[in-house]
C-alpha cells in the first residue's frame, strides 16, 4: 500500500519532537543537528511512496515542514536556540525569515486537488506550530478545524484517525537522542489532538445549532 505524505513524514515529525522533549538534546550541536534534519527532510521526498505525489504539494510540503521545524527547535530548551534563530533552515532552503506568517498564506491558497500537501499543513498545526496565532489559540483552533473538514470531505481525516493504529514498531531516531520507547511518539500526539479536535467540532456544531434557535431582534 502506498502511504500518504503525511505517513511518510513520521520519521520527521517524531524526531522532533523527540528532540523537543529530551533532556540529552542540551548536548547536540548547532551543525549536527541542522545536517540531521536536512537528512531527515531530504529522506521525506526522496522516499518512492512520495513519487506519486505532484511536485506542486511535494514543495508546499517541504515548506510546511521546515517551518514546523524551525518553530519546534526554537520553542525547546535547547542551549543552541539562539544560533538556530540566525539561521534558521526556512532562511537556507526559502530565503525568508517569515515562515510563521507565511505558514498560513501558503495553506490559504493550497487547491483542493492539492490533498497531500493540506495533509502535511494540518499535522504541522496538529503536532504544535503555532507561527503568527501564537497566543491566539481560538484563531487557529478555527483554522485547525477548517483543514480537518476540508480533509474529511476527501475522505483523509478518517485515515488520520487511524495512525496512532499504523504505528511500526519502536526505532532510533536519526537525532543522536535515546529510541522511542513503546513505539512511536508522533501518532499518539495526533490521537490526543484529533479527540481535542472532536471535541471542540462537537461544540461548534452545538453552539451553530442553539444559535439558529435563538430568534432575530425585530427589523425596525
Not at 97 to 106: L, T
Amino acid at each position: 500500500m502506498v502511504r500518504s505524505l503525511g505517513r511518510i513524514a513520521g520519521d520527521f515529525f517524531d524526531s522532533l519532537l523527540l528532540f523537543q522533549l529530551s533532556p540529552d538534546s542540551a548536548s547536540v550541536q548547532p551543525g549536527p543537528l541542522r545536517a540531521q534534519v536536512l537528512g531527515l527532510l531530504d529522506g521525506v521526498f526522496r522516499d518512492p511512496d512520495a513519487r506519486s505525489v505532484p511536485p506542486a504539494d511535494l514543495e508546499e510540503a517541504r515548506f510546511a515542514l521546515v517551518a514546523w521545524a524551525d518553530e519546534m527547535v526554537l520553542k525547546s530548551s535547547w542551549p543552541g536556540r539562539e544560533d538556530w534563530q540566525r539561521e534558521p533552515l526556512q532562511l537556507q532552503l526559502f530565503r525568508t525569515n517569515r515562515a510563521g506568517n507565511e505558514f498560513y498564506d501558503h495553506l490559504a491558497h493550497l487547491r483542493p486537488d492539492q490533498v497531500a500537501a493540506r495533509e502535511v499543513y494540518f499535522l504541522c498545526l496538529l503536532l504544535g506550530f503555532e507561527g503568527q496565532y501564537m497566543g491566539h489559540e481560538g484563531d487557529r483552533r478555527a483554522i485547525v478545524h477548517q483543514q480537518y473538514e476540508l480533509l474529511r470531505v476527501c475522505g483523509r481525516a478518517t485515515e488520520l484517525g487511524r495512525e496512532q493504529w499504523l504505528a511500526p514498531p519502536a526505532y532510533d531516531t536519526a537525532i543522536r537522542l535515546p529510541p522511542a520507547r513503546g513505539g512511536r511518539l508522533w501518532p499518539w500526539l495526533l490521537a490526543i489532538a484529533l479527540a481535542a479536535l472532536a471535541v471542540f467540532a462537537t461544540f461548534w456544531s452545538v453552539l451553530g445549532s442553539a444559535a439558529g434557535r435563538v430568534p432575530l431582534p425585530p427589523v425596525s
